[in-house]
């Protein structure tokens, strides 16, 4: 027998406030725990509900979805035979139909999920963000019959390269095919790679004048083996302060048996981060702030490390994180 619902709701009360009872007869540090664990389960499981609706969506209307995207692509390619000539109309088409989505709460919750938006879901709502607009031109790419991949840029970028006379070429959506000069041009890369067949591979050399960076983390002028470095990009920041506040980060590593850490990247600037944590509660750290990468050349950080012993050690990891999220 189902439950009314004014039952359901005395039922919520009720265990709301058997709750702050309970919570009443435990310490502070027991309630933020159970607080903690409640907003993860709770942020879990929006998640899946998400993705739930969103498999759903795709189970039902899919192939209708599919079979209108295929008739588009059929209108606008009709009579063409060369793939220039086809990329150039389908860039015309997505630049009039598809919209750029900014400050939408359900599209933001959408984008935020693990399963991501699928394309039908951009190509029906005729908005996205590059992540969902490389999708959707992927799939138009597809149905005309020329080879296209995903692009993606560390710092929060995708785009597609487009196979033309059997090279790779740059292909942004709402512009069409463009140079690889443009990219370096116009941004600062990190680094820029595509994933195929559940594989990274790394494309940062066409996107970006890259520089061999080689940090050296030193305590009293002795290495500091197997710490962790955390390589932070500031280029976002730089072009964009209004929506980027926080440095990305890019790479999470360790140094090798002489305290050394090396790795091929975009010019720009960084923040480079080194941290070791030894129990009981001791922390050696150390920061470089806004060191700018040059191209074409040997970058070398040395990096004072500290130590910082209880309490101090937990004051460091807690600062830290507050600026540099995901290292520790």
């Avoid at 709460?105 to 005729?126: A, D, Q």
């Avoid at 129990?279 to 970058?299: A, D, H, Q, R, V």
Wanted: aromatic share 12%; hydrophobic share 45%.
């Amino acid at each position: 027998m189902s439950m009314s619902a004014n039952a359901i709701i005395v039922r919520f009360r009720d265990l709301f406030f058997n709750f702050i009872k309970l919570s009443m007869q435990i310490d502070n540090k027991k309630i933020l725990f159970i607080v903690v664990v409640m907003l993860f389960t709770i942020s879990l499981l929006i998640n899946h509900i998400f993705c739930l609706i969103l498999t759903i969506f795709r189970f039902i209307l899919g192939s209708h979805i599919d079979s209108q995207i295929r008739v588009v692509v059929e209108s606008q390619t009709s009579g063409l035979s060369t793939s220039q000539e086809k990329i150039q109309k389908l860039s015309k088409w997505f630049n009039e139909n598809i919209k750029y989505i900014e400050n939408d709460i359900l599209f933001n919750l959408l984008r935020l999920s693990s399963c991501g938006i699928p394309e039908e879901i951009t190509f029906i709502i005729k908005g996205g963000r590059c992540e969902e607009w490389a999708k959707l031109y992927l799939k138009l790419l597809n149905y005309a019959n020329i080879s296209g991949r995903i692009v993606r840029f560390i710092e929060d970028h995708a785009f597609l390269e487009v196979m033309i006379n059997d090279s790779w070429v740059p292909l942004e959506p709402p512009l069409g095919v463009v140079s690889y000069e443009y990219y370096k041009l116009t941004r600062n890369v990190s680094k820029a790679y595509i994933i195929e067949k559940e594989k990274i591979i790394e494309l940062t050399k066409s996107y970006a004048n890259t520089g061999l960076l080689i940090v050296s983390a030193l305590y009293n002028n002795t290495p500091v083996k197997h710490s962790t470095i955390c390589i932070y990009s500031k280029n976002l920041i730089v072009i964009d302060p209004y929506n980027y506040k926080k440095p990305i980060l890019i790479i999470r590593n360790k140094t090798d048996e002489q305290g050394i850490f090396k790795e091929e990247l975009g010019q720009g600037l960084y923040d480079i981060l080194v941290f070791r944590f030894n129990f009981p509660f001791t922390c050696f750290s150390g920061i470089e702030k806004n060191y700018t990468l040059s191209p074409n050349k040997i970058n070398e950080v040395k990096l004072k490390i500290e130590r910082k012993d209880f309490p101090f050690c937990i004051a460091d990891i807690i600062n830290i994180q507050k600026t540099y999220w995901g290292c520790i």
